[in-house]
């Protein structure tokens, strides 16, 4: 009683918000909360971009997934024993441990163990590690990636990322066939421009991409060959003698017959 | 292009002078990066030599990025030896135990030519454990490369041989300061180091007798088109394209040849009549618009269509794009299209300003001569035949949006 009397007299802290407005230092940002949607279901995945991008590194957090909810604590995830995945943990700079890194393969990587023995396990000759990979397999396997990676130190990020850049490395199986347009300058004086706009018509799709009722693709040319025609299309390494500018049409339709699935 | 004809005489010398006195020797010999650069070789070697760091590299590059474009391979074919002289020297003048030959794989006989004249030298005791018994280290690795055109830009090649995405990187900090893994590395087409040996037998003023004083020495030309005589020739610099063409046979039988593609595919249309005031020099052909590239000349007769070949070869340049820079990945595929809309008469009447603008705002962000040079075609095609363009009766600006009834 004696408390609620003392109050009483005091001046009021109340602020007749928004009227009046409390003063706030200009480096508040309040409380960090977590956005939720409109089930009241948490959004964060535990990504740790924000950890990431928070420059004092104040920011640290971990999850878990119960019952298809996303519990998501602040702190240091390891207390709670619950950082998510692999890949969450690398993105927050932790360690990786090996049971977590290695599974199982369901292919024989005995081609990928041969490769990267022939250079020493040395990543600075990664794209002769993943020609000999791709020569023993037809294409690169994700497992193979993986062990790669792992034997040889390089992030998984980077093996993927030079995998994916160089146009004779691919991941998928079975893209032996192609067709292929030279680009250059003497062919595409000679008509192979008009050539890949009537192929990609006549075929449904588009100039680099696959063709959708074959096993084929088309593609550019790396190089011209030598001695071979202008414009110049080579199926299966097997240059097009036949074929102009002005027959282009009737070609393709021929060559539809002949590879329909 | 013809191999030296005492062999490994001018690694001989090199050893004997010293790597500053070798570097000295090309500088004054004013010998320049055949590879489109246009530095001194010379100055390149000394400030790679005087770079603070425990190792360095050499390499060369042998990996021709424009489709059809078949100098360097013949030069390598040819003068394999001259090539891995020249490297040798330049890797010994800048103290380098390592070295490489980065060349296309589709290369196979240049691959192995490289790779014999490499191995028997190591035989001879000529590179090795112990080059010609001076007690240095030097090993030398042929390394094929494929699947990308990138590979050709200096910085790209040495992402590529670390194993790594072949995207360039800003320059400077050049390669001759931080290069592969990081370290000093002196990089060199194999044409310029095809001539090292040359001037180091036969002096640096004999050198500067030849071809254009300012850039000294001759190039490979690989003319092709509607000429009587396709190929690779070997000329001084500053030859006119006039006397070039007239070396190659002329026109075709029956055809007319209204320009050249100097520079492959992004290279700049030069048109006749100014072919024999244009010299084939790096600065005589910045002046039309047009650069050495790859070497490659391709005669364009009447029968072609400017605008369809100059929208083509964009396209091809922005397919090959890397896509480390926006304005590369995105603005090169925008001028494409642009030009295919003049191509096919759908241009609005601002188009050649957006034209203008855009290839500017692209070779101003340009990490690379890529990106830098992907714009020529177009803009030489407009500034020379600006009558293909606009064909009669399209407005060039205000009104309707015009397009071509046919």
């Not at chain 1, 040889?152 to 146009?167: D, I, L, P, R, S």
């Not at chain 1, 192979?192 to 074959?214: D, K, M, Y």
């Not at chain 2, 088109?225 to 063409?245: D, F, H, K």
Request: with cysteine; charged share 20%; net charge neutral.
């Amino acid at each position: 009683m004696a408390l609620t009397l003392t109050r009483f007299f005091q001046p009021k802290k109340t602020v007749m918000y928004p009227e009046a407005k409390p003063d706030i230092p200009p480096r508040n940002r309040g409380r960090l909360e977590l956005v939720t949607d409109e089930r009241g279901t948490l959004k964060c995945e535990t990504c740790f971009q924000c950890a990431q991008a928070c420059p004092i590194e104040c920011i640290d957090m971990g999850g878990v997934d119960t019952k298809g909810r996303y519990a998501v604590h602040w702190g240091p995830a390891e207390q709670y024993a619950e950082r998510r995945e692999e890949s969450a943990m690398r993105r927050s700079g932790r360690t990786v441990s090996d049971a977590a890194a290695a599974q199982e393969s369901s292919i024989d990587l005995g081609a990928v163990e041969a490769a990267l023995e022939r250079v020493d396990y040395d990543p600075h000759h990664m794209l002769q590690i993943l020609e000999s990979v791709q020569r023993a397999y037809g294409y690169l396997p994700v497992d193979a990636l993986k062990r790669i990676s792992r034997a040889t130190g390089a992030w998984y990020a980077m093996v993927y990322g030079t995998a994916t850049f160089y146009k004779h490395l691919t991941f998928e199986p079975g893209r032996n066939r192609t067709i292929a347009v030279c680009r250059c300058a003497n062919c595409l004086v000679a008509g192979a421009g008009r050539v890949i706009n009537t192929l990609s018509f006549e075929f449904g799709t588009e100039f680099g991409q696959a063709i959708p009722w074959s096993n084929l693709r088309l593609e550019a040319l790396a190089t011209h060959l030598p001695d071979a025609p202008s414009p110049l299309v080579v199926i299966d390494g097997e240059p097009q003698r036949e074929l102009s500018s002005r027959n282009a049409e009737s070609w393709a339709a021929a060559l539809a017959g002949r590879y329909a699935a | 292009m013809t191999p030296p004809a005492t062999p490994w005489s001018a690694l001989h010398a090199a050893l004997a002078a010293g790597g500053a006195a070798t570097a000295q020797t090309l500088i004054d010999a004013g010998l320049r990066g055949r590879g489109g650069g246009g530095f001194l070789t010379g100055e390149k070697w000394r400030t790679t030599a005087s770079s603070e760091s425990d190792r360095r590299y050499a390499v060369a590059n042998a990996y021709e990025s424009d489709p059809a474009v078949f100098a360097n391979r013949l030069l390598v074919e040819k003068n394999a030896l001259g090539v891995v002289e020249g490297l040798a020297i330049a890797a010994l003048s800048v103290g380098a135990r390592e070295a490489f030959i980065g060349i296309r794989a589709e290369y196979s006989d240049a691959i192995r030519a490289l790779e014999a004249v490499v191995a028997s030298a190591e035989r001879d005791g000529i590179l090795g454990p112990n080059v010609v018994g001076s007690g240095r280290e030097l090993l030398i690795r042929v390394v094929p490369l494929q699947g990308s055109s990138m590979i050709g830009e200096e910085t790209v090649l040495l992402k590529a041989l670390a194993g790594k995405r072949g995207q360039p990187e800003q320059t400077p900090p050049y390669p001759s300061s931080v290069g592969y893994l990081g370290k000093p590395t002196a990089v060199n087409n194999v044409a310029t180091l095809a001539a090292v040996p040359w001037i180091l037998s036969n002096g640096a003023a004999a050198f500067r007798q030849i071809g254009d004083p300012a850039e000294p020495g001759t190039v490979l030309v690989q003319v092709s088109g509607s000429v009587a005589n396709a190929g690779v020739l070997e000329v001084p610099t500053g030859t006119p394209l006039a006397e070039i063409l007239a070396v190659a046979g002329g026109a075709a039988s029956g055809a007319t040849i209204k320009a050249l593609l100097v520079g492959g595919p992004s290279g700049g249309f030069v048109p006749t009549q100014l072919l024999a005031s244009t010299p084939y020099s790096g600065a005589g052909l910045a002046t039309v618009g047009a650069h050495i590239g790859s070497g490659a000349l391709l005669a364009v007769d009447g029968s072609v269509s400017i605008p369809e070949l100059a929208a083509m070869l964009t396209r091809w340049c922005a397919d090959e794009a890397c896509g480390k820079t926006i304005p590369c990945r995105i603005g090169t595929r925008r001028l494409a299209e642009i030009g295919q809309r003049f191509v096919d008469g759908l241009a609005g009447p601002d188009d050649g300003e957006r034209l203008h603008a855009l290839a500017a705002d692209v070779a101003d962000s340009a990490l690379c001569a890529h990106e830098r040079l992907t714009p020529s075609p177009l803009l030489t095609g407009m500034r020379y035949f600006k009558q293909e363009f606009y064909p009669a009766g399209v407005a060039q600006s205000g009104g309707a949006v015009a397009g071509r009834s046919s």
